[in-house]
């Protein structure tokens, strides 16, 4: 079972090496003639504002948090659809209940506005 | 071989793990934590735990981290607090557990206790750690706990929102 | 065991090589097509027809100067690019291209590798993808820059969660996480056919997941002037691109593994040994195709339609499918 992971792991080694040298390549080949305008940050020529990193709306964290958890749940599903068949009606009705339990989640949060962007 | 690649994975977990509490910044601080999760999973890949490693990847590696990446640049927390130069309660405290921690994992090796192989031989990790017997067990026997976990998620979905919708 | 190393090696370089020439070809694909659909040429001087436009690009790339911004965070600023691009060039490590072919008398399968869990293993690979984008857009220490990591990020989380409950209802029907296992149970009826919804559903969210237009968020050149990867130049910024291509390449070859039979000719029409990679490769093609074809089609869509359109119908659909298809596979058992 292992011998089938061998290869993601030479292709791991591959990908890491190209991303790296690239990066490398591409630092050395090119021309070096900074000033101080080139460095700035590029605003399109307003004046620089130097607080690019300012404190953003909640709602992408809340995003964030909902989707953690509806992604713990999708990672339930997986090994239950993987033998779907196998566990049959009853298997089938204790995924309604779990899923059940999780749409309340869902129509919760649908109500306190957490999916509302404007 | 198998040996010396667990070595480099632990090596680049502790080494995350190092990172994590060295970095003065602390999006190097999570990049370090995912290098972490990575390595963890490429351990239990090693131990024939196939689900474990793909689910560490995409929840722990991939969800969790992406969810802290995302809350530190939206804070903008920059750097740590200048605080944390105070000897606090916590502090202390967090002290004496990890000096408990360090005397818990020694004594097995001063008093020479190497373990001896049990029943869990390749082939039954092979075994055990594919989705299929997993699902099985999971949907029978651990049916209880399995839809637990559905409420423990709501109660953490309901948290979360109620939470954060008082700031809004 | 070194038989089986050399052969692992030999077939991750081929594979590794065809596919960054496919990604720098597709650019080139793109870039006709696109001039085509806008009645005009695209790149037609560089080579017969613009074939060597492609290189022309990497050539340039490599010694055009490389900008570090000085407000920008150096370590991760340089490390962005790589992350994007290293999870992005894996995903192939589990797509197989075809069945498989006699060489000097060794069995070859046309797959570099396949896994019990290759599917999970692709999403995790898409997870690890996100850093790279909201890393760059961080890191360059730009306003618009970091408006695009954070819309880019918030967008891809949301449409995989849409993407992983449509995979479901597939896998139910199909009993593996294994891409091959699942193309050899289309043999006679492809995925497409039994599971139409998830089929439509997959493809908006594999659009939206590597933002390709309607969905291009990430680069709202009006808005966000490039977005996340704005303070980049030269090679990385060449990275980024290519990152987006493989992904593109990737997803193609994910759908015709997923629904589209991967190489067996549909409706049970017995597929020749020797027609299989030609008709996987056209499937690919086909669908390469079509998402350049979109991109010159659809207007972008706003950021609060494209929330909407994730949490509100795609995903209530992706679960109504997954209860159907519950019903109708346990009625008929």
Same mark, same amino acid.
């Given at each position: 079972?292992l011998?089938?992971?061998?290869?993601?792991?030479?292709?791991?080694?591959?990908?890491?090496?190209?991303?790296?040298?690239?990066?490398l390549?591409s630092?050395?080949l090119?021309?070096r003639?900074?000033?101080?305008? #080139?460095?700035?940050?590029?605003?399109?020529?307003?004046?620089?504002?130097?607080?690019?990193r300012?404190?953003?709306?909640?709602?992408?964290?809340?995003?964030?948090?909902?989707?953690?958890?509806?992604? *713990?749940?999708?990672?339930?599903?997986?090994?239950?659809a993987v033998?779907?068949?196998?566990?049959?009606?009853f298997?089938?009705?204790?995924?309604?209940?779990?899923?059940?339990?999780?749409l309340?989640?869902?129509?919760?949060?649908?109500?306190?506005g957490v999916?509302?962007?404007? | 071989?198998?040996?010396?690649?667990?070595?480099?994975?632990?090596?680049?977990a502790?080494?995350?793990?190092?990172?994590?509490?060295?970095?003065r %910044?602390p999006i190097?601080?999570?990049?370090?934590l995912?290098?972490?999760m990575?390595?963890?999973?490429?351990i239990y890949l090693?131990?024939?735990?196939e689900?474990?490693f793909?689910?560490?990847?995409?929840v722990y590696?991939?969800?969790i981290?992406?969810?802290i990446?995302?809350?530190?640049?939206l804070?903008?927390?920059?750097?740590?607090?200048?605080e944390?130069?105070?000897?606090?309660?916590a502090?202390?405290?967090?002290?004496?557990?990890?000096?408990?921690?360090?005397?818990?994992?020694?004594?097995?090796?001063?008093?020479?206790?190497t373990?001896?192989?049990?029943g869990?031989t390749e082939?039954v990790?092979?075994?055990?750690g594919?989705?299929?017997f997993?699902?099985?067990?999971l949907?029978t026997?651990?049916?209880?706990?399995?839809?637990?976990?559905s409420?423990?998620?709501?109660?953490?979905?309901?948290?979360? *929102?109620a939470?954060a919708? #008082?700031?809004? | 065991?070194?038989?089986?190393l050399?052969e692992?090696?030999?077939?991750v370089l081929?594979?590794?090589g065809?596919?960054?020439f496919?990604?720098?070809y597709?650019?080139w694909?793109?870039?006709?097509?696109?001039?085509?659909?806008?009645?005009?040429?695209?790149? %037609?001087?560089?080579?017969?027809?613009g074939?060597?436009?492609?290189?022309?690009?990497?050539?340039?790339?490599?010694?055009?100067e490389?900008?570090?911004?000085?407000?920008?965070?150096?370590i991760?600023?340089v490390?962005?690019?790589?992350?994007?691009?290293v999870?992005?060039l894996?995903?192939?490590?589990?797509?197989p291209?075809?069945?498989s072919?006699?060489?000097?008398?060794?069995?070859?399968t046309?797959?570099?590798?396949?896994?019990?869990v290759?599917?999970?293993?692709?999403?995790?690979?898409?997870?690890?993808g996100?850093?790279?984008?909201?890393?760059?857009g961080?890191?360059?220490?730009?306003?618009?820059?970091l408006?695009?990591?954070?819309?880019?990020?918030?967008?891809?989380?949301?449409?995989?969660?849409?993407?992983?409950?449509t995979?479901?209802?597939?896998?139910m029907?199909?009993?593996?996480l294994?891409?091959v296992?699942?193309?050899?149970t289309?043999?006679?009826?492809w %995925?497409?056919?039994k599971?139409?919804?998830?089929?439509?559903?997959?493809?908006?969210?594999g659009?939206?997941?590597?933002?390709?237009?309607?969905?291009?968020?990430?680069?709202?050149?009006?808005?966000?002037?490039c977005?996340?990867?704005?303070?980049y130049s030269?090679?990385?910024f060449a990275?980024?691109?290519?990152a987006e291509?493989?992904?593109?390449?990737?997803?193609?070859?994910i759908?015709?593994?997923?629904?589209?039979?991967?190489?067996?000719?549909?409706?049970?029409?017995?597929?020749?040994?020797?027609? #299989?990679?030609?008709?996987f490769?056209?499937?690919?093609?086909?669908? *390469?195709?079509?998402?350049?074809?979109?991109?010159?089609?659809?207007?972008?869509?706003?950021?609060?339609q494209?929330?909407?359109?994730?949490? #509100?119908?795609?995903?209530?659909?992706?679960?109504?499918?997954?209860?159907?298809?519950g019903?109708?596979?346990?009625a008929?058992?």
């Amino acid at each position: 079972m292992l011998q089938n992971y061998v290869p993601i792991l030479i292709l791991f080694l591959l990908a890491a090496g190209f991303g790296l040298g690239m990066v490398l390549m591409s630092a050395m080949l090119g021309p070096r003639r900074p000033d101080s305008e #080139k460095l700035s940050t590029y605003e399109c020529g307003m004046t620089v504002d130097p607080g690019a990193r300012r404190p953003f709306d909640v709602k992408y964290y809340l995003v964030a948090m909902v989707f953690l958890v509806f992604d *713990v749940e999708v990672v339930f599903l997986y090994p239950w659809a993987v033998k779907f068949k196998a566990l049959g009606l009853f298997g089938f009705v204790e995924m309604l209940v779990f899923l059940f339990i999780l749409l309340v989640g869902y129509a919760y949060i649908w109500r306190k506005g957490v999916l509302e962007w404007e | 071989m198998t040996l010396a690649i667990f070595f480099v994975f632990a090596a680049f977990a502790v080494l995350g793990g190092i990172g994590v509490l060295l970095a003065r %910044n602390p999006i190097h601080s999570a990049l370090s934590l995912v290098g972490t999760m990575v390595s963890l999973a490429g351990i239990y890949l090693l131990h024939h735990a196939e689900f474990i490693f793909a689910i560490q990847l995409m929840v722990y590696a991939g969800a969790i981290m992406t969810l802290i990446v995302f809350v530190i640049m939206l804070l903008d927390v920059r750097h740590e607090e200048a605080e944390t130069e105070r000897l606090g309660f916590a502090k202390v405290f967090g002290m004496v557990l990890a000096g408990l921690m360090v005397v818990v994992l020694l004594v097995p090796l001063a008093a020479g206790l190497t373990g001896k192989p049990g029943g869990m031989t390749e082939e039954v990790l092979a075994r055990v750690g594919s989705v299929e017997f997993l699902s099985e067990k999971l949907f029978t026997t651990y049916l209880l706990p399995f839809e637990i976990a559905s409420v423990l998620l709501l109660v953490g979905l309901v948290g979360a *929102v109620a939470l954060a919708k #008082k700031r809004l | 065991m070194l038989d089986f190393l050399i052969e692992s090696i030999l077939k991750v370089l081929v594979v590794f090589g065809v596919l960054l020439f496919v990604v720098a070809y597709t650019t080139w694909l793109e870039r006709r097509v696109l001039g085509r659909i806008q009645v005009r040429h695209g790149p %037609n001087r560089v080579g017969f027809q613009g074939l060597l436009q492609p290189l022309a690009d990497g050539l340039k790339g490599f010694f055009k100067e490389d900008i570090v911004p000085a407000n920008a965070d150096k370590i991760v600023y340089v490390l962005a690019p790589v992350l994007s691009i290293v999870p992005a060039l894996m995903i192939v490590a589990v797509i197989p291209f075809g069945d498989s072919f006699q060489l000097f008398g060794r069995e070859i399968t046309m797959r570099i590798t396949d896994v019990n869990v290759a599917l999970l293993y692709i999403l995790g690979l898409a997870g690890l993808g996100e850093y790279g984008v909201m890393l760059g857009g961080w890191a360059s220490n730009n306003r618009y820059g970091l408006l695009g990591s954070l819309r880019t990020a918030a967008q891809m989380i949301s449409y995989e969660l849409a993407l992983g409950l449509t995979l479901i209802s597939v896998i139910m029907v199909s009993g593996s996480l294994s891409l091959v296992e699942i193309v050899n149970t289309q043999t006679v009826w492809w %995925n497409a056919f039994k599971q139409p919804l998830a089929f439509f559903l997959f493809l908006i969210c594999g659009l939206a997941e590597i933002n390709r237009t309607p969905f291009d968020m990430p680069e709202a050149e009006a808005e966000l002037a490039c977005g996340f990867n704005i303070e980049y130049s030269s090679m990385k910024f060449a990275m980024f691109f290519m990152a987006e291509y493989a992904h593109l390449i990737s997803l193609a070859m994910i759908i015709t593994c997923l629904f589209l039979g991967g190489w067996y000719l549909p409706f049970g029409i017995p597929t020749p040994g020797l027609l #299989k990679f030609p008709v996987f490769l056209a499937k690919v093609f086909v669908l *390469v195709f079509f998402f350049i074809w979109e991109r010159g089609t659809f207007p972008r869509l706003r950021y609060d339609q494209i929330m909407r359109l994730g949490w #509100k119908w795609l995903m209530p659909l992706a679960l109504a499918n997954i209860f159907v298809t519950g019903v109708v596979v346990t009625a008929v058992a």
